[in-house]
């Protein structure tokens, strides 16, 4: 499969606990998107990279969360100290830069955290 | 700011029936619109964009600026349409293109 991939695809967690998350984009795709997913709402914006660069963070991203791409490919984003308001899915998406833009992401499979 | 509703979030259909997903926005300038869909136990898959006009699986999307409308169209429904749909557009400030989604219109094709 050579899709975006995410590990794990589930976790489950004591509040408090840390967590982190690994992202494994299409390879040469240089931009890559997290986003978060509560039940009944469509996909949030949380952070994205291009390259190493982390460019934008959405104001969802508290000081609990946090995202690295250290060396350009696979990313990880951790929270620290969970909350049971972080139980989501979390969904990894990357894509090509575009010079004509158009946005065709293409997301991984997520990562569904429960936190208890 | 930009604003995705779908006014839906659940729609049924007989086989055979036309579908229509609505899908209603703000945005501050020309926006470009797409749909996502989900089918079950798969991952979110772009189905369109609104600047390739064109058709994916029967569907279609005509962008209506007047009425700030991206409805979601197909006139013969499948069994296998039957999944989430999203309706989304880049996140403000653009450049980043980040994506906002509406929170989904869930279809279900009934035999």
């Known amino acids: 499969d050579t899709g975006v991939s995410q590990d794990p695809r589930h976790k489950i967690t004591k509040r408090g606990q840390n967590v982190t998350f690994r992202c494994d984009p299409i390879?040469?795709?240089?931009?890559l998107y997290w986003y978060r997913q509560t039940l009944g709402q469509g996909p949030e914006f949380l952070t994205y990279f291009q390259n190493e660069a982390q460019l934008e963070k959405s104001r969802l991203l508290s000081d609990r969360f946090s995202a690295e791409r250290p060396k350009g490919s696979f990313s990880t984003l951790e929270i620290q100290r969970t909350e049971q308001g972080d139980s989501a899915m979390y969904l990894c998406?990357?894509?090509?830069?575009?010079?004509?833009?158009?946005?065709?992401?293409?997301f991984g499979p997520g990562t569904r955290l429960l936190v208890l | 700011a930009q604003r995705v509703t779908q006014p839906e979030k659940l729609l049924s259909v007989f086989k055979g029936a036309p579908v229509e997903l609505k899908c209603n926005y703000s945005?501050?300038?020309?926006?470009?619109l797409f749909w996502y869909v989900q089918y079950s136990r798969q991952r979110l898959q772009l189905l369109l964009r609104?600047?390739s006009r064109e058709s994916i699986k029967g569907f279609t999307a005509d962008l209506n600026k007047g009425e700030t409308s991206f409805h979601l169209k197909k006139p013969f429904a499948q069994e296998e349409d039957s999944a989430m749909y999203y309706c989304a557009l880049p996140l403000l400030p653009t450049g980043a293109n980040n994506l906002f989604f509406g929170t989904g219109t869930r279809l279900t094709v009934i035999p």
């Open positions: 609104h600047i």
């Open positions: 998406a990357s894509r090509p830069v575009q010079v004509l833009g158009g946005e065709t992401q293409y």
């Open positions: 945005y501050s300038g020309s926006p470009e």
């Open positions: 390879s040469e795709h240089n931009r």
